[in-house]
């Protein structure tokens, strides 16, 4: 029964969401007041001998309630016109019907509860002060003129009267509380489901704030006092129950190379009022530093103007500033390995007629000073020939002929060499994993990367200490990054070499791995050493990480690729070479390792004997001399190549370039046996020449030369039509031995 009443009384009212509780309550007075007057006073005032002014009274108040409600659902509401109304016909009435002794009194009240529902502040008390007046006036014009009260005729009269003022006076005083109930019901349901909202909606914000790595501030800009989210207490490595958010702690916790900065932009914001954005390194508890990108602006002023609150957000970027970093070290190293492509390809046109024609002259001098003089000349070109050799492995990361290869028995290998080539004060440990999968490398590659680093330990330890040699296997997620510089996912070998010895300062971390670059003195390295490691290691597709401080010794962990599996067993790698002809690069240098003084410290190498003079070839045919046809661009080189084959009876003619070479085979007069051309020339280069000879001359020989490592590329240049490649910078024996083996072939 309560709910068929209270959904009536909704409709009677109408929705919360289209009207207030106080518009609500007046429809509900007029009309409870129409309903009780028109279908309960008036028919059971039939029943009473009344004075027929109630009878016209009472139907005159339902009539005139019903009108208000019906003006209210129009947007219409008589509020106070209703209220004064009703009061001055009950007045009336009240001494129509036996004043007093009647129930009219009762109907006062159901008025002064909806008076105190309706009305606020002043206006509530006015009206109840007025309404209270006006039943004790009635009462005193009662006990002043009883004459003035029409009393009951029967006592069945009176009966009936109360039944009916008792009635009409529950069923509004129900009505109302119902009404204010359901009210303050439905009020509580919505400040759950605000509060729920509310709840989600913070940890959504929560959540989304830790999956960005970000944390909310708030500080009062007059006091210096404030609040910050517990994810960014957190982030700072601190307590959220303790931590106390201060714009001095704030400003005290940032890297002193940026506060000035920041604190410049913080007052830049205070002044201008909008969003300012600043990045800097903020302290953790631990000491340590995190990247902060931090999001500010005035949100609230005092009465006076002046900015009173800021609000922003401060997000974790650390990991997007190391990428960063790893992306600009990425783009350096790209661009000086293009400068040094450039530059080594110019060095060995240059060193080329310097090794050949040392050779020449060695044989023309008699006197053993000079001879040996020239010595020094040829093995100075020789060591220039082995950096320009790092220069372009470093610039190109060539891709060699890699097999399987055990690491195990790479740092085996390096632990035997090691002991055998390091000064008795630095003590050799080996650790070497258990079950370490095998990885495709190029066998030496991997040696000189060990070597390297373990020659850059040594460096760093001249007092003595210990070297230890490991290796382990490590997963890394699929979803790791794979922008440049950064390693992706999947199983990596890792080969590690730690030093006990000075450490790396942290001013000169991020160029460690940068070409030329080097802490050694004047004369001691090229600054070539970890430069090849870190293009050796990134051409097989790992990666390199180093642990060191000042004073606390290095560790260097080389990242390789784990092999896929196959059925057949790692190969072993083959045994470092004792002494490389290249010189074993050293930290940021290159040097052989039983090098401690620098190359000033090396003594002059003996005077070889001269070498025996070959047969020259012969053409059967006729008895002529082999014809070869030099091309270069370079007129050293084909002036030293031409000296150095006509000594040992060849017949040379040499082009500057392509159209010229063209030109001469072409020549029916120009027996030409074999080609020897550049490959790097102006308007026709050598590759796009030796087919085009090939189409004139298809049996005729030719081997190219380069300044680079063609070996990547062997059957497309055996394609165009080149026999072989020599390497540039090369030496007379080199040469011969090529012309041997295409002699050979004919």
């Known amino acids: 029964m309560g709910g068929h009443l209270f959904e009536l009384l909704g409709r009677v009212v109408g929705s919360e969401a289209e009207t207030t509780l106080r518009i609500r309550i007046f429809r509900l007075l007029s009309a409870t007041t129409a309903v009780l007057c028109l279908g309960l006073v008036v028919p059971t005032n039939l029943l009473q001998n009344l004075d027929i ?63 105190v529902a309706m009305f606020r502040g002043r206006t509530q008390g006015i009206m109840i002060g007025l309404l209270t007046a006006n039943v004790l006036g009635l009462m005193v014009v009662e006990a002043q003129r009883p004459e003035w009260i029409t009393p009951f005729l029967s006592v069945a009269d009176r009966r009936i009267d109360v039944v009916i003022g008792i009635i009409c006076s529950f069923s509004a005083v129900t009505a109302v509380a119902m009404v204010i109930l359901a009210s ?21 914000l929560r959540l989304c704030l830790l999956a960005s790595a970000q944390g909310w501030f708030e500080i009062n800009v007059q006091t210096g006092r404030g609040e910050s989210s517990p994810e960014y207490v957190r982030m700072i490595g601190h307590d959220p129950a303790t931590y106390q958010t201060t714009l ?26 909008d969003t300012r954005t600043m990045e800097y390194r903020r302290q953790t508890k631990s000491g340590g530093w995190k990247w902060i990108r931090s999001v500010g602006r005035i949100v609230e002023y005092d009465s006076e103007g002046r900015p009173l609150r800021m609000y922003g957000t401060h997000a974790d970027i650390t990991d997007r500033k190391e990428l960063e970093a790893q992306l600009r070290h990425s783009q350096r190293l790209e661009a000086v390995g293009t400068l040094a492509s450039g530059v080594a390809h110019d060095l060995n046109n240059i060193l080329t007629p310097m090794l050949m024609a040392t050779g020449i002259l060695r044989e023309s001098l008699a006197d053993p000073r000079d001879r040996e003089l020239m010595a020094l000349l040829d093995s100075g070109g020789k060591r220039g020939a082995a950096i320009v050799k790092q220069l372009l492995d470093f610039s190109r990361n060539l891709t060699r002929d890699r097999v399987r290869v055990d690491p195990d028995q790479v740092l085996r290998e390096t632990e035997q060499w090691m002991r055998s080539s390091l000064p008795p004060s630095i003590t050799v440990r080996l650790e070497a994993g258990v079950g370490v999968p095998s990885i495709l490398a190029d066998p030496t590659q991997v040696h000189q990367v060990m070597m390297n680093l373990c020659v850059n330990a040594r460096d760093a330890m001249p007092s003595g200490g210990t070297l230890t040699l490991s290796s382990g296997v490590i997963e890394l997620p699929p979803s790791a990054p794979t922008r440049e510089g950064a390693p992706a996912g999947g199983a990596y070998v890792v080969l590690s070499v730690t030093d006990t010895g000075s450490g790396i300062d942290p001013a000169i971390r991020d160029r460690i791995f940068d070409p030329f670059f080097t802490t050694k003195e004047q004369g001691k390295g090229t600054g070539l050493g970890l430069a090849s490691v870190h293009g050796i290691v990134k051409a097989h597709g790992g990666f390199v990480r180093v642990d060191s401080a000042p004073g606390q010794g290095s560790t260097f962990r080389v990242h390789f690729p784990v092999a896929a599996p196959a059925a057949a067993p790692a190969t072993p790698a083959p045994p470092p ?4 002809a290249s010189g074993v690069p050293v930290d940021q240098g290159a040097r ?31 008895g002529r001399p082999m014809c070869i046809l030099v091309v270069d661009d370079e007129e050293p080189v084909r002036l030293v190549t031409r000296r150095r084959l006509e000594r040992e009876g060849y017949r040379v003619l040499t082009a500057s370039g392509g159209e010229e070479a063209l030109a001469y085979v072409r020549d029916p007069n120009q027996n030409i046996d074999l080609v020897l051309t550049d490959f790097a020339m102006p308007g026709m280069d050598g590759p796009e020449l ?57």
């Open 53 to 115: 002014k109630v009878h016209v009274a009472n139907v005159l108040m339902g009539l005139f309630s019903a009108a208000a409600y019906v003006l209210s659902r129009r947007g219409r509401h008589l509020i106070l016109a209703f209220i004064v109304t009703i009061v001055l016909m009950l007045d009336a009435v009240w001494f129509w019907n036996g004043g007093s002794h009647g129930t009219i009194t009762y109907f006062f009240f159901p008025v002064l509860l909806y008076v």
């Open 184 to 204: 303050h019901d439905r009020e509580q349901q919505r400040l759950e489901q605000t509060a729920s909202q509310l709840r989600r909606s913070e940890e959504r």
């Open 248 to 273: 001095e702690g704030w400003v005290s916790g940032i890297h002193p190379e940026d506060r000035e900065n920041l604190i410049r932009a913080y007052r830049e914001c205070i002044a201008a009022g």
């Open 577 to 580: 070479p004792s002494a490389p």
């Open 592 to 622: 052989p390792p039983e090098s401690d003084e620098g190359r000033a410290s090396v003594p002059p190498p003996p005077v070889p004997a001269p070498p025996a003079k070959p047969v020259p070839p012969e053409v059967k045919t006729g």
């Open 690 to 746: 030796a087919p085009r000879i090939r189409t004139l001359r298809p049996a005729l020989p030719i081997i190219g030369m380069s300044g680079h490592d063609q070996s990547d590329r062997a059957a497309e240049l055996a394609a165009l039509g080149f026999s072989e490649v020599l390497s540039k910078p090369y030496e007379a024996a080199d040469l011969f031995a090529a012309l041997r083996r295409r002699t050979a072939q004919r």
